[in-house]
């Protein structure tokens, strides 16, 4: 069979999703009989120029050169990934949002603002270039781009999880946090894939995967809201890791002014 | 003298060693070198890398997801950025750690200590020495060798996935302690598989001790965390090669930093003196009495000497210390017995203060928050922030010994310098 050749790219991120390819472990091997990474800087230093069959995206895109890396990668990749919650929505480095570009400027680099080019905002790559597939989470799951590749092999629709985190909970016989602690867990709203991870760890969900499809975002902020969580805490819990994501951005906009219409 | 670097001196040939992406480091960053018959006229370690802004956007986020959000400065350190912040959430509100989440926590750090030791050595630094690209192309030549790698790689997450649920951004670790408890029982039960990877990490320090290293001596001062009788990981003051002895909260009085165009991430120096080195070769030098005996009798039989200020040597340091938290996270597993216990945090306004070693050297979180544990100030300095400077320098002295060299050669062998210091550039500009 011959390999699909792969490329890695890195933005804006911590590096934990293409981490995550070496954490196959002992299903490296086998991942190396269907793919040649050739282009993975992480991990070797032989990289070659495309085209590629295959990009896996990681990190926001969040300063003015990234934005042309990533329209060449766009051209040079049959197939683009967004990989990880930073390339689907922005994730993390999307945080800065919510500041000023020169106030956060003046924070780390006092007297050197000009010399650091950064975009007033972190997006996910979307914002540039068209995205084939999204394997949301933070970080993605190794299981998703095993079922990715597969699928591509395959020539078939990847099966991804639209559903929530709950249903996995289910499946795990977890005592419901929100039910039986009144935490406040986004559990509800966020994507599978994690197997219930931090509710099965004894603490509330924190939406490192992002929202599910089709979320109902109104319904568990009024559950917050009746658990005694501030304004401001209930717009936390929305907005660490998928906050540019539009369900999220819309179900905040209309919580907050409904409550300040009170 | 080779006739090529005769023929270079003589006309006072142009050389350019640039390398815009260095590979198998964490993070983007580039090596820039001109120079003119061996006398070096432009030399910029180019850490490109764009700023996230951490500092900036952790300001108004609360105590109980900020551990979460440092973590996500690096992927394959998380474990340290989320201890050492929770250390400093923890000392800005006074919480004390239960002698119990103390143990633990150093058994999580032990996990990802043994997973990152395994990828430094064996994915990101030993290739070079075998003369290839990548560990990829060990496989055909060395496949028992790979294998051995990936099982303390594979061994060392299982452990931190045992006590964090996940080995990259883990997530029971938590303000106050645990979410979540191993029993006993699961802490015994791990106890085969970590036994069964002490000897593929004795047999990795054999491999490295015998590997012949570049020939180069950089006398900087080493910097690192002491707690003795422990091996210093997650407490203790920084001490170092040349009298420091200082607790975490002191760490801006004695480190400065300065901006350079060509680095996003800033230059550390220590006041009144110069730049420094942290990670595994200062650990190793500056707690050398406190590592495993079995560390300790297999690094001598092996011909290593410490202290070491080779930054070459930083690879058979890796080695040496694998041993080392090998033996002690079987001492945990095999001891420790687990009581229930629930994290308690009453917040309240401070500023906290931590200093930990991370796989790659000292880290350094402070926070301030208000009465309701949300932040108003943070600041964070990473190991590769700490030393790049150093680097650099290191560089300066190291270039002129490889004028002799091919122009390819030179180049990897400056490659191999920067991967000596296991750079996370990622972490440095975070």
């Known amino acids: ?262 | 003298m080779s006739v090529e670097s005769q023929k270079n001196k003589a006309s006072g040939a142009l050389r350019e060693i640039n390398v815009g992406y260095i590979a198998r480091v964490e993070g983007e960053g580039a090596i820039r070198i001109n120079s003119e018959g061996g006398k070096i006229s432009r030399l910029e370690v180019n850490v490109w890398e764009p700023p996230r802004f951490f500092e900036g956007f952790l300001v108004g986020r609360k105590y109980d997801e900020v551990p979460d959000l440092s973590g996500r400065i690096c992927g394959i350190c998380s474990t340290s950025h989320q201890l050492t912040s929770i250390y400093a959430l923890e000392d800005a509100m006074g919480i004390h750690e239960s002698a119990q989440t103390r143990t633990l926590r150093k058994l999580m750090a032990l996990g990802s200590f043994i997973m990152n030791l395994a990828v430094h050595i064996y994915v990101l630094e030993a290739p070079d020495y075998f003369r290839k690209g990548s560990v990829f192309g060990l496989i055909p030549e060395h496949l028992e060798v790979v294998k051995k790698a990936i099982r303390i790689k594979r061994v060392g997450n299982e452990l931190a996935s045992l006590i964090g649920g996940r080995p990259t951004h883990p997530v029971s670790l938590v303000v106050g302690g645990f979410s979540s408890l191993p029993s006993t029982q699961a802490l015994r039960d791990f106890l085969p598989k970590i036994q069964e990877i002490k000897q593929d990490a004795l047999d990795t320090l054999r491999i490295i001790a015998g590997i012949k290293r570049p020939d180069f001596e950089s006398l900087c001062e080493h910097v690192a965390l002491s707690d003795p009788p422990q091996y210093a990981i997650n407490m203790g003051n920084l001490v170092s090669t040349r009298g420091m002895n200082i607790p975490p909260e002191k760490h801006d009085d004695v480190f400065r930093s300065k901006f350079v165009p060509h680095s996003n991430a800033l230059h550390y120096y220590v006041e009144g003196r110069d730049s420094f080195m942290v990670g595994a070769l200062p650990r190793v030098n500056l707690n050398y009495a406190h590592l495993s005996a079995d560390a300790r009798k297999t690094a001598e039989e092996s011909g290593l000497k410490f202290p070491a200020f080779n930054p070459f040597y930083g690879m058979a340091a890796r080695a040496v210390e694998l041993v080392s938290m090998v033996d002690e996270a079987v001492e945990i597993l095999g001891t420790l017995k687990v009581r229930e216990e629930k994290p308690e945090v009453k917040t309240c306004a401070g500023k906290g203060y931590a200093v930990t070693e991370a796989p790659r050297g000292a880290l350094y979180h402070a926070y301030q928050v208000d009465e309701k544990g949300v932040v108003e100030f943070a600041d964070i300095v990473t190991p590769t922030a700490h030393h790049v400077y150093n680097l650099e320098k290191d560089l300066w002295k190291f270039v002129p010994t490889t004028e002799d060299l091919p122009l390819d050669d030179a180049t990897l062998f400056c490659e191999m310098l920067v991967r000596a210091y296991d750079p996370c550039f990622s972490c440095s500009v975070h």
């Open chain 1, 1 to 262: 069979m011959k390999k699909a050749i792969v490329a890695v790219y890195k933005f804006g991120s911590c590096a934990g999703c293409q981490l995550e390819l070496l954490n196959y472990e002992e299903g490296l091997l086998d991942l190396l009989e269907l793919v040649d990474f050739a282009q993975f800087y992480e991990a070797t230093r032989d990289n070659r120029p495309g085209p590629y069959d295959l990009g896996l995206v990681e990190g926001a895109i969040i300063s003015p050169d990234q934005v042309e890396v990533i329209k060449k990668a766009r051209e040079d990749c049959k197939v683009l990934v967004a990989v990880g919650a930073c390339a689907t929505t922005g994730g993390v480095p999307a945080l800065k949002n919510d500041h000023e570009v020169g106030s956060l400027l003046t924070r780390v680099y006092p007297g050197n603002e000009k010399d650091i080019e950064t975009l007033n905002s972190g997006k996910g790559i979307d914002a540039y270039v068209k995205v084939d597939y999204y394997l949301q989470g933070c970080p993605v799951e190794r299981s998703e781009i095993l079922e990715l590749v597969h699928a591509l092999f395959l020539g078939r629709r990847p099966d991804l999880k639209p559903w929530p985190v709950c249903m996995e909970c289910k499946m795990k016989e977890n005592v419901c946090l929100v039910v039986s602690r009144s935490e406040s867990c986004m559990g509800p709203v966020t994507r599978a894939g994690c197997g219930a991870l931090c509710p099965t760890f004894g603490r509330p969900c924190y939406n490192c995967h992002g929202p599910m499809s089709n979320p109902n975002p109104k319904a568990l902020m009024d559950v917050f809201a009746a658990q005694g969580l501030s304004t401001e805490d209930i717009v936390r819990k929305f907005t660490g890791y998928a906050r540019e994501m539009e369900p999220f951005k819309k179900g905040i906009e209309e919580y907050v002014s409904r409550v300040t219409e009170k």
